[in-house]
Each structure stands twice: as C-alpha cells, then as structure tokens.
C-alpha cells in the first residue's frame, strides 16, 4: 500500500529550521514534549533529525557550554547520531517496517526531494496489527 494514505502533511507537524539555535530546539522539544524533529533547510528540503540525545551529547562534549550559551550554537553544527533517511512518497507501507525499529517517524520527500511530512511509527504498527487481526493469526 502507498505511503501516501499514511502521510501527516508538513503543515500538521512539528518541525524546526536547519538555521536555528539549539535553544530553540529545546524550547520547541518541551513545548510540544518530543524528543526528535525532522529539519528542513531553506529550500524545503529535509536535512535530518535532531534529537535530545544529540543535544546532550553535545552539552556534554562542549567545554563550558551552559544553558544560558545554547543561543549561540547553530543547530546545523551538532552533530546527529541517528541517520534518518527520507523515504519517497511513492515508497510503500511494507518498506517502511525496518525503518520505523529505531525511529518515531519516518521523514518523506517528494519528486523534488522536498520535505513534505512525516509517516509516524504509530501508524504503521496500527496498520499491520489490523492486517494480523483480519487474517486471525
């Protein structure tokens, strides 16, 4: 089945620019409670995920860099950990099984490689649990 009946558009999702400060992730990641955003560059294209371990990480591996300095660190200099590739819209439900093992969502581009939503690991779980109580397992 086409990912496409599975898509939470750009427009209903949390994301943050690739041109913002770790604060404002941080800010963003509380305000909303979540712990990764999809990142998406000037161009609308999706660049990557940032997570709360990537921020820690980075807290932790910076010398002196206290809360009150995150406004001063550009989001695109920390370093992800976690490669999360874009998948195609045309991609389908059975591909995105393996993906969704270590992510919370699945970020999905276009034709043109822009980011427009996510595919979210609830709703891929939900509809292979309807497919195993259809056939009665």
């Known amino acids: 089945m086409n990912i496409a009946f599975f898509l939470t558009p750009k427009e209903e999702i949390v994301w943050i620019s690739a041109d913002s400060t ?6 963003k990641m ?13 161009s609308g294209k999706y660049v ?3 997570t709360e371990g990537d921020i820690l990480w980075h807290l932790k591996h910076t010398q002196n860099l206290g809360f009150k ?13 976690q490669k999360n590739k874009p998948v195609s819209i045309e991609s389908h ?9 270590d992510q919370n969502f699945i970020p999905v581009v276009d ?5 427009i939503g996510i595919i979210k690991r609830s709703d891929i779980i ?12």
């Open 93 to 101: 439900i059975e591909d995105l099984i393996l993906l969704s093992v």
């Open 48 to 50: 990557g995920t940032i």
């Open 30 to 42: 509380e305000f909303h409670r979540y712990s990764a955003l999809p990142l998406v560059n000037d």
């Open 126 to 137: 939900n509809y292979f649990y309807k497919l195993l109580l259809n056939k009665k397992i």
């Open 69 to 81: 300095d995150t406004n001063k660190i550009m989001i695109r200099d920390v370093s992800k950990y």
């Open 111 to 115: 034709d043109h490689d822009i980011f």
């Open 22 to 27: 770790m604060r404002q992730v941080i800010e």
